[in-house]
């Protein structure tokens, strides 16, 4: 079975731009969560995603949005960039039986965005 | 405030001992996770507790949700065991993080 893909891995952008990020969960996971890891905060939930609705949301400004499609791959936006978005963004999916996390998270290998 | 702490911070050990690390938390939780991330940024889950103990091979977790504490450990440490082990906690709609443990494990 493959695992989570995430594109692109790499990406450069200048403050004020958007970017999109594209994660495809496991076969069969209906959900996919985002998180931000960065040096000086660690790793943080931002939201996570099932059956195309948003189930849960950490603290992150509006500038952070996902969605999800029918077929369980999910994107993030962010809008506006900022020098602190830079960060290595990653998604995780799992089945979606249970709500918040009380189920195994698979990781993808994230996308490392660098805002110049 | 953090809601997730864990000790130690780095943490260098010879090849076969055996290694604690320490998860404290503040919050109630419904599910404790802990997780393995590699150089290079990849994260493997290794447990998901919500009471009590679980083993895989020569890795343990524990948990006491009275105290909000819990452990990993690893038995007969080795060198592919170097990485950094997060803590993270699950308290139904929000997910906090530790700050990780860096093990290295010299031969």
């Known amino acids: 079975k493959a695992g989570v893909t995430q594109t692109p891995r790499y990406l450069i952008k200048t403050r004020g731009q958007q970017v999109t990020l594209s994660c495809s969960p496991i076969s069969g996971h209906r959900s996919v969560s985002w998180y931000q890891q960065t040096p000086g905060q660690g790793l943080q939930f931002l939201f996570e995603y099932f059956s195309e609705t948003q189930r849960n949301k950490g603290n992150f400004p509006g500038r952070f949005s996902g969605r999800q499609f029918s077929n369980s791959r999910s994107e993030m936006n962010v809008s506006t960039l900022e020098l602190g978005d830079s960060a290595l963004y990653l998604c995780?999916?799992?089945?979606?039986?249970?709500?918040?996390?009380?189920?195994?998270?698979?990781f993808g290998p994230g996308t490392r965005l660098l805002v110049l | 405030k953090n809601e997730v702490e864990q000790s130690p911070q780095n943490l260098t050990a010879q090849e076969g001992e055996f290694i604690t690390i320490n998860c404290s938390y503040s919050?109630?939780?419904?599910?404790l996770h802990w997780l393995q991330q590699h150089p290079g940024g990849g994260i493997v889950s290794l447990f998901m507790?919500?009471?009590g103990k679980k083993k895989h091979g020569r890795l343990i977790a524990t948990i006491n949700i009275q105290e909000k504490h819990s452990s990993l450990h690893i038995t007969a440490s080795h060198p592919r065991d170097s990485a950094v082990y997060i803590c993270?906690?699950?308290?139904?709609?929000?997910?906090?993080f530790g700050t990780g443990t860096s093990l290295t494990v010299i031969p």
């Open positions: 507790l919500s009471s």
């Open positions: 919050v109630g939780i419904s599910a």
């Open positions: 995780a999916s799992s089945l979606g039986l249970e709500s918040g996390h009380r189920e195994t998270q698979y």
């Open positions: 993270a906690v699950n308290t139904g709609n929000q997910f906090y």
